[in-house]
């Protein structure tokens, strides 16, 4: 599959597999989702643009490098906001732009319930975050609303991704990169990724 990546990563596998655990309390999960948000965001932004400062050392006067790149978060919510607290770690001066959408439960068709993008893109490089990849929808419409407003470079960062949801998003928007922690086997009648685990927003908010 060209323009996914799933991270090699041992501390990444290490973590999924005590979040994938349905012993792993609500407090634990958080912490797991926002660990492997900064960890995956952290292989996902390989290719950020940097311009040459100078620096003041206490020695000499030396070059460097910041960002060039201005970098939007967008969590889907309700589940992708646990990622943002671990990205923003990372990258303080990123800006968040929150999309509302939930999945019907009988057509498992994304619904959107809030935007509050400007009118104009703000920034060079849009993050997309949200844990799970399943039926693919969410995704896409997501990247449908970005795209509409005008951004030029968008990349999806997620933890478990089905094969349905990945065939999807390459489907409607190739040039999409997509950036996960593992690939998993199959969505069941439900929707729900196999062997996943479980809904990512009831377990973060203790709302299952
Ligand atoms: C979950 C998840 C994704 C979506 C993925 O959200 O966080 O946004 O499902 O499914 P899809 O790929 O089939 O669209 P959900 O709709 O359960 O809402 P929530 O985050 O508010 O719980
Ligand atoms: N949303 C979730 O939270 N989990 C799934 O397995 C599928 C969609």
Redo the contacts with the bound molecule.
């Keep these: 599959m060209s323009n996914v990546f799933v991270s090699q990563h041992p501390l990444v596998a290490h973590k999924l597999s005590v979040l994938r655990d349905v012993n792993t309390n609500p407090q634990k999960f958080r912490e797991l989702v926002r660990e492997l948000g900064a960890l995956l965001t952290y292989e996902a932004t390989l290719d950020l643009a940097l311009r040459p400062i100078e620096v003041q050392t206490p020695m000499t006067k030396t070059g460097g490098k910041h960002l060039a790149d201005t970098v939007g978060l967008v969590p889907?919510?309700?589940?992708?906001l646990g990622m943002v607290e671990g990205v923003w770690e990372l990258m303080p001066s990123s800006q968040v732009w929150h999309i509302g959408?939930?999945?019907d439960e009988d057509t498992?068709k994304?619904v959107e319930y809030y935007n509050k993008l400007p009118l104009d893109p703000t920034v060079s490089i849009c993050l997309i975050l949200?844990?799970?990849?399943?039926?693919?929808?969410?995704?896409v419409a997501t990247i449908d609303i970005l795209k509409r407003w005008g951004a030029r470079k968008i990349k999806f960062v997620g933890l478990i991704g089905a094969p349905e949801?990945i065939a999807l998003v390459q489907q409607h928007h190739p040039d999409v990169p997509i950036h996960l922690a593992a690939i998993d086997d199959h969505l069941n009648e439900n929707?729900y990724i196999v062997p996943g685990l479980g809904?990512?927003?009831?377990r973060q908010f203790g709302t299952a």
């Design positions: 889907i919510l309700r589940a992708g959408l939930y999945r498992l994304p949200d844990p799970m990849l399943a039926t693919g929808g969410s995704a949801g929707g809904d990512a927003g009831d």
